[in-house]
Nanobody, 120 residues
């Protein structure tokens, strides 16, 4: 079993910054792609930022230039630095990871989510 534990959400004002963290633990042989998704009430869960195992990032257009994804492979941890936050960034943010096992199988996991609320 693998657990993803997120932290760092909160209530901030527009223009502020937050840093989200997500640590993967459990029966891990390798952690491949890691990503952050978000979901606001009544909407679908959308990709915010992703990172390959080699650290190549990809961003949603709405966050390019404001958010930065990074990872510490030694700690199986992914971060999301969010700057210049806007009210439309308000959502529950979910961590996602593709984890490889010693039997060379890959499984996808989700964290429980952390709430980010940006007031105007």
């Amino acid at each position: 079993q693998v657990q993803l534990v997120e932290s760092g959400g909160g209530l901030v004002q527009a223009g502020d910054s937050l840093r989200l963290s997500c640590a993967a633990s459990g029966s891990i042989f390798s952690v491949n792609a890691m990503a952050w998704y978000r979901q606001a009430p009544g909407t679908q869960r959308d990709l915010v930022a992703g990172s390959t195992s080699g650290g190549i990032p990809d961003y949603a257009d709405s966050v390019k230039g404001r958010f930065t994804i990074s990872r510490d492979n030694a700690k199986n941890t992914v971060y999301l630095q969010m700057n210049s936050l806007k009210p439309e960034d308000t959502a529950r943010y979910y961590c996602y990871a593709e984890v490889g096992t010693v039997r060379m199988k890959t499984y996808s996991y989700w964290g429980q989510g952390t709430q980010v609320t940006v007031s105007s």
